[in-house]
Nanobody, 115 residues
Framework: QVQLVESGGGLVQAGGSLRLSCAAS????????MRWYRQAPGEKRNFVAS???????AYLDSVKGRFTISKDNAKNTVYLQMSSLKPEDTAVYFC?????????WGKGTQVTVSS
């Protein structure tokens, strides 16, 4: 099982920026995909962004151009740089490690964007 610890959440005004981090307990170079999801109160958990082993990325349409996912293999850490934040980005953000045969989740970090 991969232990994932998210950090970097907080309260920010609309238009501001935050950088989330997800530290993994194993080499992320061995993980097929690292993903960020988010879940707002009363809603289901939704995909936000992913990065593959070769660095290929994908994004939810509503965050394209505002969010950037990246990784540092040496630190076993994945990042989500969030800019031009909007109140609708408010949610708990979760990190996910997908090894194909198994998926692990972190406990999440709260992001709150005030208008």
């Amino acid at each position: 099982q991969v232990q994932l610890v998210e950090s970097g959440g907080g309260l920010v005004q609309a238009g501001g920026s935050l950088r989330l981090s997800c530290a993994a307990s194993i080499s992320i170079d061995s993980i097929n995909y690292m993903r960020w999801y988010r879940q707002a109160p009363g809603e289901k958990r939704n995909f936000v962004a992913s990065i593959g082993r070769i660095g290929n990325t994908a994004y939810l349409d509503s965050v394209k151009g505002r969010f950037t996912i990246s990784k540092d293999n040496a630190k076993n850490t994945v990042y989500l740089q969030m800019s031009s934040l909007k109140p609708e980005d408010t949610a708990v953000y979760f990190c996910n490690a997908d090894r194909g045969w198994h998926s692990d989740w972190g406990k999440g970090t709260q992001v709150t964007v005030s208008s």
